[in-house]
Protein backbone atom coordinates (compact mmCIF):
# COMPACT_ATOMS: atom_id res chain seq x y z
CA UNK A 1 0.00 0.00 0.00
CA UNK A 2 1.20 3.39 -1.17
CA UNK A 3 -0.49 6.79 0.06
CA UNK A 4 -0.88 8.62 -2.82
CA UNK A 5 0.87 11.83 -4.43
CA UNK A 6 0.31 14.88 -2.08
CA UNK A 7 -0.97 13.08 0.80
CA UNK A 8 -0.57 16.17 3.15
CA UNK A 9 -2.89 18.20 0.93
CA UNK A 10 -5.69 15.92 0.89
CA UNK A 11 -7.57 17.95 3.19
CA UNK A 12 -8.17 20.04 0.24
CA UNK A 13 -10.56 18.12 -1.37
CA UNK A 14 -14.21 18.20 -0.65
CA UNK A 15 -14.54 14.47 -0.19
CA UNK A 16 -12.21 14.41 2.58
CA UNK A 17 -13.81 17.47 3.92
CA UNK A 18 -17.06 16.14 4.46
CA UNK A 19 -16.44 12.94 5.17
CA UNK A 20 -14.65 14.82 8.50
CA UNK A 21 -17.99 16.10 8.46
CA UNK A 22 -19.41 13.15 9.18
CA UNK A 23 -16.70 11.61 11.39
CA UNK A 24 -17.47 14.40 13.84
CA UNK A 25 -20.94 14.58 13.83
CA UNK A 26 -21.42 10.50 14.17
CA UNK A 27 -18.40 11.04 16.78
CA UNK A 28 -20.68 13.86 18.47
CA UNK A 29 -23.88 11.37 18.82
CA UNK A 30 -21.88 8.35 19.80
CA UNK A 31 -20.47 10.44 22.89
CA UNK A 32 -23.98 12.23 23.53
CA UNK A 33 -27.07 10.58 22.08
CA UNK A 34 -29.18 12.63 23.65
CA UNK A 35 -27.10 16.30 22.40
CA UNK A 36 -29.66 15.45 19.14
CA UNK A 37 -32.73 15.46 20.91
CA UNK A 38 -31.65 18.64 22.53
CA UNK A 39 -30.91 20.31 19.50
CA UNK A 40 -34.99 19.03 18.10
CA UNK A 41 -36.09 20.23 21.20
CA UNK A 42 -34.48 23.61 20.86
CA UNK A 43 -35.68 24.04 17.39
CA UNK A 44 -38.79 26.69 16.68
CA UNK A 45 -42.01 25.22 16.04
CA UNK A 46 -42.32 26.47 12.69
CA UNK A 47 -38.58 24.90 11.63
CA UNK A 48 -39.91 21.47 13.40
CA UNK A 49 -42.52 21.72 11.25
CA UNK A 50 -40.44 21.97 7.72
CA UNK A 51 -37.81 19.35 9.24
CA UNK A 52 -38.73 15.70 9.31
CA UNK A 53 -38.58 14.23 12.89
CA UNK A 54 -36.25 11.20 11.75
CA UNK A 55 -34.19 13.73 9.99
CA UNK A 56 -31.34 12.06 12.06
CA UNK A 57 -31.50 8.54 10.49
CA UNK A 58 -30.90 10.04 6.81
CA UNK A 59 -27.93 12.62 7.81
CA UNK A 60 -25.12 9.74 7.71
CA UNK A 61 -26.42 8.35 4.78
CA UNK A 62 -26.59 11.94 2.70
CA UNK A 63 -23.38 12.52 3.86
CA UNK A 64 -21.78 9.43 2.35
CA UNK A 65 -23.56 10.61 -0.71
CA UNK A 66 -22.12 14.01 -0.67
CA UNK A 67 -18.51 12.71 -0.60
CA UNK A 68 -19.21 10.26 -2.68
CA UNK A 69 -20.25 12.78 -5.48
CA UNK A 70 -17.40 15.38 -4.39
CA UNK A 71 -15.11 12.90 -5.25
CA UNK A 72 -16.52 12.68 -8.57
CA UNK A 73 -16.16 16.60 -9.56
CA UNK A 74 -13.32 18.25 -10.66
CA UNK A 75 -11.30 19.78 -7.78
CA UNK A 76 -8.43 22.36 -10.44
CA UNK A 77 -7.05 24.22 -7.53
CA UNK A 78 -7.19 21.11 -4.76
CA UNK A 79 -5.24 19.00 -7.67
CA UNK A 80 -2.84 21.29 -8.49
CA UNK A 81 -2.30 22.03 -4.66
CA UNK A 82 -1.59 18.34 -4.40
CA UNK A 83 0.67 18.18 -7.45
CA UNK A 84 2.94 20.79 -6.32
CA UNK A 85 3.24 19.45 -2.81
CA UNK A 86 4.22 16.11 -4.99
CA UNK A 87 6.75 17.59 -7.22
CA UNK A 88 8.37 19.69 -4.34
CA UNK A 89 8.76 16.32 -2.26
CA UNK A 90 9.59 14.53 -5.19
CA UNK A 91 13.08 16.61 -5.81
Do not use: H, Y
Not at 26 to 48: E, F, I, K, S, Y
Not at 65 to 86: G, H, S, T
Request: aromatic residues 8%.
Amino acid sequence: MKLIDGWRQAWRLWSVRVSALGAILMGWATLAPDALMQVWNVLPDDVRAIVPAPIGDVVPFMLFLAALAARFIPQPKAAAKMQEAADGTAQ
